[in-house]
């Protein structure tokens, strides 16, 4: 089964791909082919004033394209030796030139040219949500609300890939810097460079894939990975649920998961004894309604349940949250009525006891849940 490291392997095939580039014509209109001189034009011949972000695979320029003040874009020039062979690289563009959900960051197009792997995707104003919850823009907390919905965006455009195509696609990188916020706050899942495809149903075929394929990819990108899929190679959509589920748990506490190892003991040690509003970013204190916080907590530990089979379905999960911002936002309209100026108004901290979660390890399985813990904390 392919991996990261398979999908980007410096090609033994390069030559004959190099060949093969006058043949790659994608369909018309769906993605805009840039020669090289177009791109360095854009970013100023990749000028480090122009490096937005570092990823695992390469770095983003943001730059513009035609008209300096109308098309801005990210530009995402793999690394070379991480690439690709072109025919990879061409199925994986028509792929992501066919997918389209308003909670995808857009791609505009590519460049192949002279050994360079180049994608170019619409330029997202408002940064990533990493940098939001603790990063350069924490000053400014997002709030409750936003937050959900950021949440809600982010469970719908899982769905589509999990289940609204002909082949369900993984992610299998979602993490808070991943997930890029626009003008108006709406969330925008991106990098899709790591994505597996999947058969339609996941549930009897199981996609393999080989753990050191994530040798050398960021910790922030390993501390989000599936504990089971990482143990056992065994990649299934709830792998994404998992990582989801770390996301609501960040979004709540306003945490990174490095930084609190044992982000995930301390929220079912605080479940377990009733302390669980302990967890909240203290700026959230008294603005989650009890009732909405309930819900919220119950479906994001579902999600990081360590066996994939007690996660919830992504839809599950989606519907669950639609729901917390229903509650909240009801509690928030009575609050108004009893109290029109109530923006001081805070909501009780409540001592909560979970709901009751499915088991987390039974006899027969052959990894237990203390095998996966430990083995993926060894690897941090
Ligand atoms: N379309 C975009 N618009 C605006 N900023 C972007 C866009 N795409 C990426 N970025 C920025 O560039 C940064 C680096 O992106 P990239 O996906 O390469 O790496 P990463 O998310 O940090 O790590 P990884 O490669 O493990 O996913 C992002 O965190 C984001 O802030």
Same mark, same amino acid.
């Given at each position: 089964m392919k991996g990261i490291s398979e999908l980007f392997r410096p090609s033994r095939k390069r030559r004959s791909d190099e060949t093969k580039q006058?043949?790659?014509?994608l369909p018309e209109g769906l993605c805009r082919r840039f020669s090289l001189a177009e791109i360095k034009i854009a970013t100023n011949n990749f000028d480090e004033y122009f490096v937005i972000g570092q990823g695992d695979y390469g770095t983003v320029y943001k730059g513009f394209i035609d008209d300096p003040t109308t098309i801005s874009v990210a530009i995402?020039?793999?690394?070379?030796?991480?690439?690709?062979?072109?025919?990879?690289?061409?199925?994986?563009l028509l792929l992501l030139c066919?997918?389209?959900?308003?909670?995808?960051? =857009? *791609?505009?197009?590519?460049?192949?040219?002279?050994?360079?792997?180049?994608?170019?995707?619409?330029?997202?104003?408002?940064?990533?949500?990493?940098?939001?919850?603790?990063g350069t823009n924490h000053d400014n907390p997002l709030p409750w609300k936003q937050r959900l919905r950021i949440s809600i965006g982010v469970a719908r455009v899982l769905h589509y890939l999990h289940t609204g195509l002909k082949h369900t696609i993984i992610h299998r990188n979602v993490k808070p810097s991943n997930i890029l916020l626009d003008e108006k706050w709406e969330p925008?899942?991106?990098?899709?460079?790591?994505?597996?495809?999947?058969? =339609?149903?996941?549930?009897?075929?199981?996609i393999r894939v080989?753990? #050191?394929?994530?040798?050398?990819?960021? #910790?922030?990108?390993?501390?989000?990975?599936?504990?089971?899929?990482?143990?056992?190679?065994?990649?299934?959509?709830?792998?994404?649920?998992?990582?989801?589920? *770390?996301?609501?748990?960040? *979004?709540?506490?306003?945490?990174?998961?490095?930084?609190?190892?044992?982000? *995930?003991?301390w929220v079912r040690k605080c479940k377990r004894e009733g302390t669980i509003n302990e967890i909240g970013d203290p700026?959230?204190?008294?603005?989650?309604?009890?009732?909405?916080f309930k819900k919220y907590v119950d479906i994001a530990t579902s999600c990081v349940q360590n066996k994939g089979k007690n996660r919830p379905t992504i839809g599950e999960v989606q519907v669950i949250l639609e729901h917390a911002?229903?509650?909240?936002? #009801?509690?928030?309209?009575?609050?108004?009525?009893?109290? =029109?100026?109530?923006?001081?108004?805070?909501? =009780?901290?409540?001592?909560?006891?979970?709901?009751?979660s499915p088991p987390e390890?039974?006899?027969?399985?052959?990894?237990?849940? #203390?095998?996966?813990?430990?083995?993926?904390?060894e690897n941090f």
């Open positions: 006058s043949d790659l014509v995402k020039r793999v690394n070379i030796d991480s690439r690709a062979g072109f025919h990879e690289l061409k199925t994986e066919q997918l389209r959900h308003s909670n995808l960051a =857009p *791609l505009i197009g590519y460049c192949l040219d002279h050994r360079q792997m180049i994608l170019v995707y619409q330029f997202i104003f408002n940064g990533n949500l990493g940098e939001h919850l603790y925008k899942l991106a990098d899709f460079v790591s994505y597996k495809l999947g058969p =339609p149903s996941l549930s009897k075929a199981l080989d753990s #050191s394929a994530y040798s050398g990819v960021q #910790s922030s990108t390993l501390e989000h990975i599936d504990p089971e899929y990482f143990v056992c190679g065994e990649l299934i959509d709830k792998s994404d649920v998992y990582s989801f589920g *770390l996301v609501l748990l960040q *979004l709540l506490c306003g945490r990174k998961t490095l930084e609190q190892r044992q982000l *995930l003991e700026y959230l204190m008294g603005k989650i309604a009890p009732e909405c911002l229903e509650l909240q936002e #009801s509690a928030d309209a009575a609050r108004k009525d009893v109290d =029109p100026g109530g923006d001081h108004y805070n909501y =009780p901290i409540v001592e909560y006891t979970c709901s009751a390890s039974e006899p027969e399985e052959s990894v237990s849940d #203390s095998d996966i813990t430990a083995t993926i904390w």
